[in-house]
Nanobody, 124 residues
Framework: QVQLVESGGGLVQAGGSLRLSCAASGRTFSSYGMGWFRQAPGKEREFVAAISWRGVIRNYADSVKGRFTISRDNAKNTVSLQMNSLKPEDTAVYYC?????????????????WGQGTQVTVSS
């Protein structure tokens, strides 16, 4: 099983940008599809973005399409989420997740490993 550690969260003004990173341990990172989920206070954890093991297939939640970009570097065992044009409603704890190699995890039941989460706060 792969272990995941997120970094890069913080406080940003609306319209700003942040880049989240997730470092994975283990030799099998490249065999996993990867994804990001988020959970706002009082809400369920929701899908944000996913990427296949080769990085060819990428999926995004409608709420972030055109603003967020997921990428991965299999040589460095990392996956990133570039977040632009941030909105207050993007405020949440963001979780890195490992899942099926072909698509990455797009629903919670597909997730095999979770990171501990990193807080993103967007002020208006």
């Amino acid at each position: 099983q792969v272990q995941l550690v997120e970094s890069g969260g913080g406080l940003v003004q609306a319209g700003g940008s942040l880049r989240l990173s997730c470092a994975a341990s283990g030799r099998t990172f490249s065999s996993y599809g990867m994804g990001w989920f988020r959970q706002a206070p009082g809400k369920e954890r929701e899908f944000v973005a996913a990427i296949s093991w080769r990085g060819v297939i990428r999926n995004y939640a409608d709420s972030v399409k055109g603003r967020f970009t997921i990428s991965r570097d299999n040589a460095k065992n990392t996956v990133s989420l570039q977040m632009n044009s941030l909105k207050p409603e993007d405020t949440a704890v963001y979780y890195c997740a490992a899942g099926p190699s072909t698509t990455g995890p797009t629903i919670r039941t597909m997730v095999r490993s979770w990171g501990q989460g990193t807080q993103v706060t967007v002020s208006s």
